[in-house]
Structures are given as C-alpha cells and as structure tokens.
C-alpha cells in the first residue's frame, strides 16, 4: 500500500502539481492546487503576451526564433518570480503527498496493533 505513494509522486512529477492528491482522492486539495498551478501558467502568459507588439511579430520562422528569445529576456524578471511561485507550489504539493503517506502508514500501523 506504501508504493502507491511513490506511483502518486512520479504522477505529480510529470502531470503537475494537485495531479497526486487527485489521485489519492483528496479531491478538494487537489483542485485548489492544480488551479492555483493554472492561474500562475495564465499569468505567465500574460505577462508575454502583454508586452508584445501585434505589428512587432515577425512572419517568417527563423526571425520568429529570435523574437521569442528576445521577449523570453525582456520578460524574465516578472516570469522568474512566477517560476518561483510555481516550484513553491509543486514543493508543497510534493510535501502533503510525503506527509499523506507518513499519516496512512501510523494509521495502518496502528491498526495492526489494535488487532
């Protein structure tokens, strides 16, 4: 039963943050982080897209490359916090995880014992 949690954290690892305590259904956790992680990749977003001139946007592919690269560096302060903010996210949900797993094992634990 104990391996599970080692399958939810591999699942949290490549799906996201909240994805493992959907998995464990502890499905109110599970939203409100995986919808914290949503809003955080919006702004992201957001702060690319809004300091993009639509007249600015290059047409041919290899300019595009450059462009991007380009914004990438404008924008990096503001996208750098909203990275911290995400791995925070993701370190907390890594976290209940460990810490959903160490409470069922006391519990199973102390259910052998009581038997």
């Given amino acids: 039963m104990f391996w599970k949690y080692g399958v939810v954290i591999l699942v949290n690892t490549f799906l ?4 493992g305590q ?6 109110k956790k599970g939203f409100i982080i995986l919808g914290i992680g949503v809003i955080i990749l919006i702004l992201m977003s957001a702060v690319i897209v809004s ?3 639509p007249s600015a ?6 300019a595009m490359k450059e462009f991007a690269k380009n914004l990438l560096e404008q924008n990096a302060d503001k996208l750098k916090i909203l990275n911290y903010a995400l791995l925070i ?7 209940d995880i ?3 797993a160490v ?3 006391k519990k199973n634990e102390t259910e052998k014992d009581g038997n």
């Fill in 98 to 100: 460990v810490m959903s």
């Fill in 51 to 53: 300091s993009v001139e």
């Fill in 89 to 95: 996210l993701w370190a907390y949900s890594y976290a």
């Fill in 16 to 19: 996201g943050p909240g994805v």
């Fill in 103 to 105: 409470a069922e094992r």
């Fill in 57 to 62: 946007v290059p047409q041919d592919f290899g």
């Fill in 22 to 27: 959907l998995v464990l259904k502890q499905f």
